[in-house]
């Protein structure tokens, strides 16, 4: 390794900026704090989703401006099947659950998204049920090989609810898929809720992802509390998810913390930077 270089990437979550800001601008502001990459967000609102959708020209813009600022975006996270979940008894919804899908796989494909987190959920809004546990895994397999098909990763997040808030249970379904393009995408956050909700070890739940995890999730937490939770008021171990996480060879990283309407959103980016730069300056 050349002096200074550090063998890791650190991405910043979109929605740690606020909303208005142009492309560029959202772009610029991560490269002037030192982040490597942005997370895009394709959430469930129809704005998010109609990205999706994004003409050819502004497609290419969108790289453009990538190239001007030199700051990529290398990473989506597709929460958007929240709204419309794999896993729904309502055809329709499974449907348009797999377009966003296809259509998400192409968008990484056209702006060099490199792994799509996927929401570990068979449904959100309806109660889960074998049904659709069953329907889920139906459209995961197709989700596959679709990006299978196009050399995209897909990675579950680790989520808050009992379906799948620990990597593994989210081993089960990248065991039983057994693709290449299927991984793990841990929330550190969530994770250690639910160890502590368990009364297990998070640590040791991210070690039986080994060989599978495409990249974490730094979110901080707080016993029954998921997000907006400023880094170092609740508690992450974030030295041990980093350490357990190069060990296994993770070395694709996005800070998650949100705008929240503060006058100086630019200074929680800073600070929340260098409190995540200190973590691995300590390992």
């Known amino acids: 390794m050349k002096p200074g270089k550090k063998p890791w990437q650190i991405g910043i979550y979109e929605k740690a900026m606020p909303n208005e800001l142009s492309w560029k601008e959202k772009l610029q502001i991560a490269k002037t704090f030192g982040y490597d990459f942005l997370e895009i967000s394709i959430d469930e609102t129809d704005a998010k989703l109609a990205r999706l959708k994004m003409p050819a020209a502004e497609r ?43 259509n998400a796989i192409n968008f990484a494909c056209d702006t060099g998204v490199r792994i799509i987190q996927l929401a570990g959920y068979d449904v959100y809004y309806d109660p889960s049920n074998p049904r659709t546990e069953q329907l889920f895994y139906d459209g995961l397999l197709q989700s596959v090989q679709m990006a299978a098909a196009r050399g995209v990763i897909l990675a579950f997040e680790t989520m808050e609810t009992g379906f799948m808030n620990t990597v593994e249970k989210a081993m089960h379904y990248v065991n039983r898929i057994n693709s290449p393009y299927l991984k793990v995408y841990p ?27 495409a990249a974490l999730h730094l979110k901080e937490t707080f016993p029954g509390k998921f997000r907006e939770i400023p880094y170092g008021t609740g508690h992450v171990n974030f030295g041990a998810f980093i350490k357990t996480a190069l060990e296994l060879n993770v070395r694709t990283f996005v800070t998650e913390f949100w705008y929240t309407g503060e006058a100086d959103f630019r200074e929680t980016i800073k600070t929340s930077k260098a409190f995540i730069d200190a973590q691995f300056a300590c390992l």
């Open 60 to 102: 290419l813009e969108l790289l453009r401006m990538v190239y001007e600022t030199g700051l990529p975006i290398r990473t989506m996270c597709l929460s958007g099947h929240r709204k419309y979940p794999l896993g729904s008894e309502d055809a329709a919804i499974r449907t348009r659950s797999l377009e966003i899908m296809e």
């Open 187 to 213: 929330d550190c956050g969530n994770l250690t809720n639910a160890a502590k909700t368990y009364g297990t070890s998070e640590i040791e739940d991210l070690h039986k992802g080994r060989g599978s995890i």
